[in-house]
């Protein structure tokens, strides 16, 4: 269609006779391998100098046909895009393409290696050699300023560049590798998994950013590792990123140990570490976490045969844990403001050594049977104190879910341990029993609340509620009735309440609506059997939201 619509820019070479018919003017090329072909008229293909786009299917490995690259790199300059099926390797007159952004290699070819002057190639964004088994790049690489992607032996890197601060620097719009993400290609084959090669492309000290997904090795490319790490005075500068801020390695499914990388020595500026889906990983050195001074976020998911006997990070502000291994066993953040847990092993969890938590999250632990309370003594290894302290005085969001052998949480849900909470989320706990609802009244903070499918739950002690509460949700929670409407009076700032399947509960005061509820604007009510009556729908007709089903006994409806 292209070829039609543009006859004088697009040609496609199919046929031998097709040389004579090429338009003088075309600029787009595409050359179809053919048996038949007289392989020296494509040395004819040069008089064409507005050429942009060549795409040769033809290997030029044969000694006759080789030439044949070098006589394209020097006549046509104007080239945009050059894909080349193989080629016994790359000319230096290829630094004449000064305009070049696409160059392709597409099936494996004897080319082993990329001329010096290849790096002239100022333009260059996209490099694809991804099936050719290259043993050695110029040592200055970084001169491809433009370089967004290269595709070798089997991986894929892209580049992030951004613009030094230098105002000099920037005028001359220099810059410098700002992000490094390593891929593996899908078209990686067993028998060339790359790694070999990997090292070719050692990343600059100053990277601020690096990603590593995919990788079929053990341990890590040499560039990642300091030299054995057998003296802190002798460090080469391989595996020393003193600007890396971002590390995340996913994927790795044969990685087993991360010590020779991650150390306070390699990385002193990293704030972020994302680990994940790497199901052989073993070592990891937590109790070298002291020492990284700006670390703040860790991020550990689907690792779950890591051994670690203490997690001490006095900087770390967001930790994830899920299917970790022993990660969660003994963990001392002082600083830590969040923590996200989920699918641990473990039957307790233990929270002393966390006095500055805002967000926790516990989910999917099914082993999990008790979720200890403060006792904030001093910290040696983090370096602050906490003497005494019994409280979470900054947590405000709890949520607790999928946890099925937990039985009760009296311990934490207490005013004194969380004295500015403002949510509380607990659901999907099926040997959970007792809930503290007569304190609830006492969380003078709380402002959201649901209790859902935790139909073991007795509540005889009782349930009063704050004022301060806005968003009320009780759902498959066992017999509440006896504490509706009794647990609904006074909460005078409630906007939402839903109910769902909660039996026993025969009826609702309408002037509960007009008067105790005097902010609500939406009501779900659903799969309420024995619920007769909500004192009319008039009493209900000012809500903006009314939604009620599954109450075959209601008289209203």
Same mark, same amino acid.
């Given at each position: ?51 942009? %786009? ?32 193989? %080629? ?22 004897? @080319?082993? /290696? ?12 996209? $490099? &694809? ?16 300023? =433009? ?14 560049? +951004?613009?030094?601060?230098?105002? $000099? ?24 998994? !790359? ?10 000290? !100053? $990277? ?18 300091? +030299? ?15 600007? @890396?801020?971002?590390?995340?390695? =996913? ?59 203490? @997690?001490?990070?006095? /900087? ?7 299917? /970790?291994?022993? @990660? ?13 847990? &989920? ?17 926790? /999250? ?20 983090? !370096? ?8 979470? $005085? ?19 849900? %207490? ?18 029993? =007792? ?31 704050? *004022? ?7 759902? +498959?929670?066992?017999?509440? *009735? ?10 005078? *700032? ?15 005061? !309408? ?37 009620? *089903? ?8």
């Amino acid at each position: 269609m292209v070829q039609m619509v543009s006859k004088n820019d697009c040609f496609i070479l199919k046929n031998v006779n097709d040389f004579q018919k090429i338009p003088k003017n075309v600029r787009h090329l595409s050359v179809l391998s053919n048996p038949k072909f007289d392989y020296s008229k494509l040395f004819s293909l040069c008089k064409h100098e507005k050429l942009r %786009t060549l795409i040769c299917n033809m290997p030029l490995e044969d000694k006759v046909v080789a030439p044949v690259m070098d006589h394209w790199c020097t006549e046509l300059g104007r080239m945009r895009v050059i894909i080349c099926a193989s %080629t016994t390797g790359l000319p230096g007159s290829v630094c004449n393409l000064k305009h070049l952004p696409y160059l392709e290699i597409s099936r494996a070819s004897p @080319l082993k /290696s990329l001329p010096s002057m290849f790096c002239c190639l100022y333009n260059l964004q996209i $490099l &694809y050699i991804g099936e050719c088994k290259i043993e050695s790049l110029p040592s200055d690489l970084d001169k491809l300023i =433009s370089l967004r992607r290269i595709e070798l032996c089997g991986f894929r890197y892209y580049l992030e560049y +951004q613009l030094n601060c230098d105002a $000099l620097e920037a005028k001359q719009k220099k810059r410098y590798l700002h992000g490094l993400k390593v891929h593996r290609s899908s078209m990686m084959t067993r028998q060339n998994n !790359g790694t070999e090669a990997l090292h070719l492309l050692q990343p600059p000290n !100053g $990277l601020k950013s690096l990603q590593l997904r995919d990788y079929p090795d053990v341990s890590l490319p040499r560039w990642f590792q300091p +030299q054995k790490l057998s003296s802190l005075i002798s460090f080469a500068n391989i595996g020393i990123f003193t600007s @890396l801020m971002d590390l995340a390695i =996913s994927d790795c499914h044969k990685l087993s140990s991360l010590e020779h990388f991650l150390h306070p020595a390699s990385i002193p500026a990293i704030k972020k570490i994302v680990v994940k889906n790497c199901e052989r990983l073993i070592s990891v050195p937590t109790e070298r976490f002291v020492e990284f001074h700006c670390l703040e976020e860790l991020e550990v998911v689907y690792c779950r045969n890591i051994c670690s006997q203490s @997690l001490v990070a006095p /900087s770390l502000k967001r930790l994830v844990l899920g299917c /970790s291994g022993d @990660l969660a066993h003994n963990i001392e953040c002082c600083s830590l403001t969040s923590f996200f847990l &989920y699918y641990s092993r473990h039957t307790s969890i233990h929270l002393q050594h966390l006095p500055a938590l805002m967000s926790l /999250s516990i989910a999917r632990c099914e082993s999990l049977t008790s979720v200890r309370p403060a006792i904030f003594t001093n910290f040696s290894h983090c !370096g602050c104190s906490a003497n005494g302290i019994t409280s979470f $005085l900054f947590l405000k969001v709890l949520t607790i879910s999928g946890c099925t052998k937990l039985s009760t949480l009296d311990g934490l849900l %207490t005013q004194e341990c969380l004295p500015v909470v403002e949510r509380i989320y607990i659901a999907h706990c099926d040997e959970l029993l =007792s809930l503290p609802g007569e304190r609830f009244g006492s969380f003078l903070c709380l402002k959201d609340l649901e209790v859902y499918d935790c139909q073991r739950l007795d509540w005889q002690r009782g349930l009063v509620l704050p *004022s301060t509460l806005q968003r009320l949700v009780l759902g +498959q929670c066992g017999d509440i *009735s006896a504490w509706v409407p009794s647990c609904l009076q006074n909460l005078s *700032s409630l906007v939402s309440l839903e109910m769902s399947e909660c039996p026993g509960i025969t009826s609702i005061p !309408g002037d509960i609506w007009r008067t105790n509820l005097a902010s609500l604007e939406e009501l779900y009510i659903t799969d309420c059997p024995d619920l007769v009556s909500i004192g009319g729908l008039e009493a209900v007709a000012q809500l903006g939201t009314l939604h009620i *089903s599954g109450c075959p006994k209601m008289i209203e409806m």
